[in-house]
């Protein structure tokens, strides 16, 4: 199957079979008559495992080296498993950094409502900011 009918049967856009096969997460054979790049049924299964890794949150870098782990008959669930737990470790500590964020934005719009706007003066750009910087560092 053509690029096109493998994005199709995979539904993700061509361009995203077309970057994959440039980084060499595909391999497509050649059509010795015309050229073209041909894909097989393997290729579509390989197309959704990399869809699913990509929907946990993998790179695709280390969906590269889950397929290399994989090709050299070497069980990349240890990894696998690892990424996973140290991803989960990330995102518990994004989420608490955006908790704060939201309670800052929160509080500094409860703070902006009372205050009037102002035009930029030279000294100043946007009161609104600077009552943050300055009630930060009272």
Request: charged residues 30%.
């Amino acid at each position: 199957m053509t690029a096109a009918v493998l994005a199709k049967h995979a539904d993700v856009p061509l361009f995203t079979v077309r970057y994959y096969t440039r980084i060499g997460l595909l391999r497509p054979s050649r059509d010795l008559r015309n050229g073209y790049k041909i894909y097989k049924q393997s290729d579509k299964e390989r197309l959704q495992f990399i869809s699913a890794a990509k929907d946990l949150g993998f790179t695709l870098a280390e969906i590269e080296d889950i397929l290399d782990h994989a090709a050299h008959n070497k069980t990349p669930c240890p990894m696998v498993r690892e990424i996973v737990e140290k991803r989960i470790e990330e995102n518990k500590a994004k989420i608490s950094e955006l908790k704060r964020l939201q309670k800052r934005l929160e509080n500094a719009a409860t703070a902006w409502k009372t205050m009037k706007n102002s035009t930029p003066d030279g000294n100043s750009v946007c009161r609104l900011i600077e009552s943050i910087s300055q009630n930060r560092e009272r």
